[in-house]
């Protein structure tokens, strides 16, 4: 769940800095349009976050964590060539939605397992390596975005890899699985407190 979630936040970070250069270079003339069209496109992505805040309590009860997180998974990896190849600000802005949503619910998933599958005495120090793996996964995909993108954004390689990255993604959790199918993690969330009754 860790190396998934550090994967999808790869993906995250480098669309993100694509987003960035096609709304400085390739969509407006201006530095000030280009900055007002991105605070746009964050405050789109941002609604996605809300939206998984709100969604992925009941799919990851009813699905499973690992199926949660292969359905955002899969959704991101069908969703973003269509969305993303014409490289028109229109779609992208819908993209920036689902993928605020898959990203923050693919977290939320995780987070709900190191919460209720990890012993007490270990939880700590694994929210802490997971919190590095967060940040570590942004900055390393800003980084490499950087260096292959063209000024104007536009790569339809960098697309297609971070779909497959995403596709990836979705066919190792369906593969594993979740073990906690039948006693799902969100039921052991009771009040904000970790039950300890299996």
């Not at 690992?66 to 819908?94: D, I, K, N, Q, R």
């Not at 802490?128 to 996964?137: E, H, P, R």
Request: with cysteine; proline share 4%; hydrophobic share 55%.
């Amino acid at each position: 769940a860790l190396a998934a979630m550090g994967v999808m936040r790869f993906c995250y970070g480098a669309l993100t800095v694509m987003l960035l250069m096609l709304c400085r270079y390739a969509w407006t003339d201006r530095e000030s349009d280009g900055l007002a069209l991105l605070g746009l496109a964050l405050g789109v992505s941002g609604a996605g976050f809300f939206a998984a805040a709100v969604l992925t309590p009941w799919a990851a009860g009813r699905l499973g964590t690992a199926a949660w997180t292969a359905w955002c998974a899969g959704a991101a990896a069908v969703l973003l060539p269509l969305l993303g190849l014409p490289f028109a600000p229109a779609p992208l802005l819908v993209a920036a939605f689902v993928l605020g949503l898959v990203t923050q619910g693919a977290k939320i998933a995780t987070d709900t397992v190191v919460q209720t599958a990890v012993d007490d005495t270990f939880r700590g120090r694994v929210f802490s390596l997971y919190d590095v793996l967060f940040n570590v996964a942004f900055v390393a995909a800003a980084g490499v975005a950087a260096l292959v993108l063209p000024q104007d954004g536009r790569s339809a390689p960098l697309v297609v890899a971070v779909a497959l990255l995403y596709a990836a993604v979705a066919v190792a959790m369906t593969r594993k699985g979740d073990v906690s199918r039948e006693t799902s993690p969100w039921e052991h969330l009771d009040g904000g407190h970790v039950s300890r009754e299996t």
